[in-house]
Each structure stands twice: as C-alpha cells, then as structure tokens.
C-alpha cells in the first residue's frame, strides 16, 4: 500500500513541477528531474528506491524510449548524419578527455579516470527528444542533427564502455 502512496506523490510531484517549468518557459522534463531531487534522498527524503519504485521507473523509461523512437523522423536522421556523426565524435571525445584529465589531476588512477571520463561521455536521447518535442525543433535540420548526434553519442559510449571494461576489467 505504501508503493501505491509513492506512486501517487511522484505522478503528482512530477506533473506539478512539469506545469511550473512551462509556466517559467522552460522545457517540462526540468520540473520532473527537479521532482526527483526534491522529493528523493537528495533533498526531502520522502521516497526511497524499492523495487517497486524501479520496477516502474524502468517501464517509464521503456515507454519513453519507445516514444522517441516513435516520433524519430528516419529521413531527416539519414539526411543529416554526417552533422549528427561529427557532433556525437566531438561529444565523445572531449568529454572523455577533459574529465579524464581532471580526475587523473584530482589524484584518481588511470582506470578510474578512464571511466569517469566515458561515464560523462553518455547522454540522454530520451530527454534530448522531449525537450526537442516540446520545442517544436525535431522536424528541423538541428533538431535531426541533435537527435542523431545523441542517439550515435550513446552507441559510442556503450561500446567504448564495453571495449574498456573488456580490456581493463
């Protein structure tokens, strides 16, 4: 019965600061990460991860993946893949070696470097595409070049991931 009453606070946490983020003219997806850290053990502590709690956050995810999908415009991402490749190279690259160097200098060792580097290398393609979407920008040239450039970014990331943990254990 509890999970039902956590349930019932995020939903409505999450669709209240999602109205407040539009209010203020920025995308909704703000307000529901914003719920996230006010209600979760960040800030108020009131929810806590339960199975659950992940159960249902993974199925969020799987719908909104989904959703992007759906709403990806397979002609415009062919169009502009050269864009999208080049930017999704270059969020690769320099996120990797920028907090690579940065955490190589803040004392970390050279594996736990490499790794927080490729961990900021990732994005989120479901976010990019609700903000997209809520923009009226995923039909354009950007929009297909930003979509395109976070779904390559991911791939990339995945697999320099699997490569490193591969070789480096």
Known sequence: ?????NLALILVTT???AHVSRLLKM???IGELLAGILIGPAL???ISSTHTISLF???GVIILMFLAG???NLDLLKKYFKPGMLVAVIGVIVPVVVVFG???LWGFNLTSSLFLGITFAATSVSISVEVLKELHALEGRNGATILGAAVVDDILTVLILS?????LG
Do not use: K, Y
């Open 163 to 167: 490569f490193t943990v591969a070789v």
């Open 1 to 5: 019965m509890q999970d039902i009453g």
């Open 57 to 59: 956050a993974e199925i």
């Open 44 to 46: 108020l502590g009131w």
């Open 102 to 104: 940065f955490a190589h």
């Open 70 to 72: 759906l709403e990806s």
């Open 15 to 17: 669709l209240v600061l």
């Open 27 to 29: 995308p909704a997806v």
